[in-house]
């Protein structure tokens, strides 16, 4: 095989979303904490999915053109910080390939060199060890095989090879994974894609498997009857989230200023360069066609010339953030949005939504600012909605939304500008990469956890500017400790405890606090730990669908005789966490 064409990659992201579909359980398995969360599996194999998808419904054209296809699917169907950086790997395969109906193994070569740099573009903070480092390493093999003469095959074969032995290594150059005993997932991820992919040309996939390819069971939530909670995606971080680490940077200039910029064969490279220099924040992502822009500048009217000049703008939005921040921060609870109640306080219906309520599917009426959030369980959901928020896309820990599902909520918001809530280290990448998509002003509160979203919308006020609300929601962030309770589904050793499978445990930002066969013990270790963190007089329960009211109300009247502090329960019922806790 001298050539790579646009049949044989149509095949090959057949079978390379069909492998990984079929060992997606596996990878998820490869995770640093011993809890059911490990869906970086999951996560890249929809994400292959979407791609593939798009793919098999495109009739004709050439490879550069299917190519082309694959990463735009990828990009609306990336399903967390794994999906993301997957989908950044495709995307820079493409630019690689683009304009060409096939290639030979030079050309081969720079495309997966191409995509291994773009996935790493897409990282504010590289980390090695990571599903990065594997696939700089396939693709540096690549280009040793290509420069001394092999062949389309050799390279390919060469490159899996190099990205195996890479993997094999990650545990040695991230501490999490050596102390877990576990490769790294996304990485593994990786590896199945690639191996799948060259089955479907080296012969080892006959045509009977590649039919059976089928689209991916979603399934339901799982019900924590049967899979207890797992923590926070921050011990996972050190591998997958680790790897899509975003920054947080505070604005260093007086204008944020974004706009669409229009035209034919946008060079996105040279519109970069031209506006570095005019401020930070900068982001430049889009199509040929088609950029949105970003930066925070003093000088957007020289920002808005140079990209005058280059095609046609819309959409601007300039705002004055250092003028914005001068107003005086309202730190009330908005009196639009009334609280749900305590749990014992309220009717049985109370905090019951419904099996699949998510974003209302009534059109609303246009406003000027809405804001989105990502969480599950009916009681969540209910209460969010009580403290304002327009949308809630339903996700949780063992199903990430995806790019497009987010990008809905905020198209459905109907609104000039929208905050997003992730809730969950594992969906920012994915709201981040939506909110670059919107045609509208979307700002991203990294919110990593349900009670973090909880306390940003009580600074939320929607008739104060956009500014406003954002630097007073990003602070609440900082004001309370957030956990959570799980159950430990295998033996292992993380964070210097030694833990049991069926023992509960206890965690904080990402890390085991308390662990033990008794929860109300491990619940009041976490708490004391949280208090010593953060101080507080208020401590407030969201427990799960499984867990009983008398006994949160048990160890609600324990931490009140203890620290002399006020426990508030409410109804969560979240279907993965049986606890989440926060202390303010």
């Known amino acids: 095989m001298d050539k790579l064409t646009a049949d044989a990659f149509r095949m090959m992201a057949r079978a390379s979303a069909a492998r990984l579909e079929a ?13 059911p969360d490990g869906d970086t599996g999951t996560n890249m194999a929809l994400t292959l999915w979407a791609a593939a998808n798009a793919v098999l419904k495109h009739e004709g054209g050439g490879l550069g053109e299917l190519a082309e296809v694959a990463a735009k699917g990828a990009l609306m169907g990336a399903r967390g910080n794994s999906g993301v950086i997957l989908s950044q790997f495709l995307r820079g395969f493409a630019d690689a390939v683009k304009g060409y109906d096939e290639i030979d193994a030079g050309q081969l070569a720079k495309a997966l060199k191409q995509a291994a740099d773009a996935a790493y573009g897409a990282v504010v903070r590289p980390v090695e060890g990571t599903v990065l480092t594997v696939g700089k390493e396939a693709a540096r093999q690549a280009m040793k095989i290509a420069e001394a003469g092999g062949n389309l095959l050799e390279v390919l074969d060469g490159s899996l090879a190099a ?15 050596k102390e877990a005993g576990v490769v790294d997932a996304g990485g593994e991820g990786l590896v199945v894609a690639a191996t799948g992919a060259l089955s479907a040309i080296n012969g080892k996939m006959d045509d009977a498997a590649l039919r059976e390819i089928k689209e991916p069971d979603l399934g339901p939530e799982p019900e924590p009857e049967t899979e207890p909670a797992p923590p926070g995606r921050e011990a996972q971080a050190k591998a997958e989230s680790v790897a899509g680490g975003i920054s947080e940077a505070t604005p260093q200039y007086r204008y944020c200023t974004e706009f669409l910029l229009k035209g034919e064969q946008l060079d996105k490279p040279a519109i970069e360069k031209a506006l570095a220099d005019l401020g930070d924040s900068m982001l430049v992502v889009g199509e040929p066609t088609l950029l949105k822009i970003h930066i925070h500048t003093n000088h957007p009217g020289l920002v808005l010339e140079l990209c005058g000049s280059r095609g046609e703008l819309s959409a601007i939005h300039i705002n004055n953030m250092a003028e914005q921040n001068i107003e005086a921060a309202r730190k009330a609870r908005p009196s639009e949005a009334p609280a749900a109640g305590p749990a014992e306080n309220r009717t049985e219906e109370t905090g019951r939504v419904g099996a699949g309520t998510g974003a209302d599917d009534k059109p609303k009426e246009p406003v000027e600012l809405a804001v989105v959030s990502v969480t599950s369980g009916s009681g969540c959901i209910e209460l969010l909605k009580n403290l304002g928020v327009a949308e809630v896309v339903q996700g949780g820990q063992t199903m990430n939304p995806s790019t497009e599902q987010i990008l809905s909520a905020i198209e459905k918001a109907n609104a000039k500008a929208v905050i997003v809530l992730p809730n969950n280290g594992n969906v920012l990448m ?47 962030l900082s004001t309370i400790a957030s956990g959570e309770v799980t159950v430990a589904v295998r033996d292992a050793r993380v964070d210097g405890h030694n833990i049991v499978k069926g023992s509960h445990l206890g965690i904080s930002r990402g890390r085991i606090i308390s662990s033990g066969d008794d929860r109300t013990q491990v619940i009041k270790e976490l708490v004391a730990a949280m208090m010593k963190e953060k101080g507080g007089t208020l401590v407030t329960f969201y427990i799960g669908a499984d867990t009983p009211e008398e006994e949160a109300a048990a160890i609600a009247a324990e931490l009140t005789a203890a620290y ?17 806790i926060s202390v303010e």
Do not use: W
Not at 23 to 35: Q, S, T
Not at 442 to 448: E, F, G
């Open 564 to 580: 002399g502090v006020e426990v508030e329960i409410y109804q969560g019922l979240q279907p993965v966490y049986s606890y989440l």
């Open 430 to 476: 994915t709201a981040r990469q939506a909110a670059h998509l919107a045609s509208i002003p979307v700002t991203v509160i990294p919110s990593r956890s349900f009670c973090e979203g909880v306390a940003a919308m009580l600074q939320f006020s929607p008739k104060e500017p956009l500014a406003d609300n954002v630097k007073r929601m990003e602070e609440a």
């Open 163 to 177: 990205a195996m032995k890479t993997l094999a290594q990650t545990p040695e150059l991230l501490a999490a994974l």
């Open 23 to 35: 060992e997606k359980a596996r990878v998820d398995a490869l995770n640093v904490f011993p809890v």
